[in-house]
């Protein structure tokens, strides 16, 4: 939490498993991580839900992530889909 989600905020596509759970915990502990979090997530799912998530330290499961925009699918195996989808995108069959 924290720093692992600034650093899936970072990426273009996030794709995660129903059991992962999200949040910016650093409130709960007095700081603030440095990976430009606090600035990508406002613009990803609005500055309000972002406020709400930086102050109160709240955890967000996938199922409520997929609904407010943190990220774009849930699937099973999320390291095997991303594999999937880089092969596919390298033989021409997905579209990047």
């Known amino acids: 939490m924290g720093g692992g989600l600034d650093l899936a905020l970072a990426c273009h596509h996030r794709i995660t498993s129903p059991h992962v759970v999200f949040g910016h ?11 430009a979090g606090t600035q990508r ?29 943190l990220v774009d699918e849930i699937v099973q ?4 889909e991303a594999l999937r989808r880089a092969i596919a995108t390298q033989n021409g069959t997905l579209p990047r």
Do not use: S
Request: net charge positive.
């Open 41 to 69: 997530l406002p613009r990803l799912v609005g500055k309000g839900r972002a406020v709400e998530m930086f102050f109160a330290a709240e955890k967000v499961t996938a199922t409520r992530a997929l609904q407010m925009g």
């Open 77 to 80: 195996d999320p390291v095997a």
């Open 25 to 35: 915990r650093g409130a709960a502990l007095g700081l603030i991580t440095g990976w």
